[in-house]
Each structure stands twice: as C-alpha cells, then as structure tokens.
Nanobody
Framework: QVHLVESGGGLVQPGGSLSLSCAAN????????MGWYRQAPGKQREAVAT???????NYAESVKGRFTISRDIAKNTVSLQMARLTPEDTAVYYC????????WGNGTQVTVSS
C-alpha cells in the first residue's frame, strides 16, 4: 500500500490558476500509475489526469490544454497544475496510485467562484 496526502486546494476566481500536490510515503518510481480524480457534488468521481511510471500522461477531454500532471521522483510527489479554471472544475480532487491495488488520498477541495 501507499499513503497519499493532497495539498494545495482552495478558492480561486474563474480564469485563475491553482496547483495541487500529492505526497506519497514511498518511492513513486515503483508505482505503475498515479493520477488525479475529482468528484463534484451530485456527480460520480471522474478521472482528470494520470501519469505512468515511464511518464506517459493522459487527460480528460475537459481539461486538455489547461491542466498538466507531473512527477518529482526525488520528492515522491505528483502535481497537477490547473489553469483557466471554470466553475465546472469545482470539486474535491483526489490523488490516486495503483500499487497493490488502487490507493486514494482524502482529497482536497477546489472551488472556482467569483
């Protein structure tokens, strides 16, 4: 198993930017896939972005060109840089890692509102 802790959520105005970080308690170089999901009120959890152990990235259509996922292997962190945010991006964002099964953080709230 891997323990994940998200940080960086908050309130941002439409059109603004925000960066999320996920810290893992083990070397992320040994983890096949890590990523970010989100869940808005009344909606199902959906994949936002994933990154594999070799650096391959995949994005939901709704965030392509606005969000960027990256890894810092030295720090065992995965980040999500979010730009041109809209109210539709409001959700709890969860970090996930596929290591002996899917592991999840507790989530961090992102609210996009004026």
């Amino acid at each position: 198993q891997v323990h994940l802790v998200e940080s960086g959520g908050g309130l941002v105005q439409p059109g603004g930017s925000l960066s999320l970080s996920c810290a893992a308690n083990r070397a992320i170089s040994s983890i096949d896939i890590m990523g970010w999901y989100r869940q808005a009120p009344g909606k199902q959890r959906e994949a936002v972005a994933t990154i594999t152990s070799v650096g391959f990235q995949n994005y939901a259509e709704s965030v392509k060109g606005r969000f960027t996922i990256s890894r810092d292997i030295a720090k065992n962190t995965v980040s999500l840089q979010m730009a041109r945010l809209t109210p539709e991006d409001t959700a709890v964002y969860y970090c996930t890692a596929n290591y002996g099964g899917w592991n999840w953080g507790n989530g961090t709230q992102v609210t996009v509102s004026s």
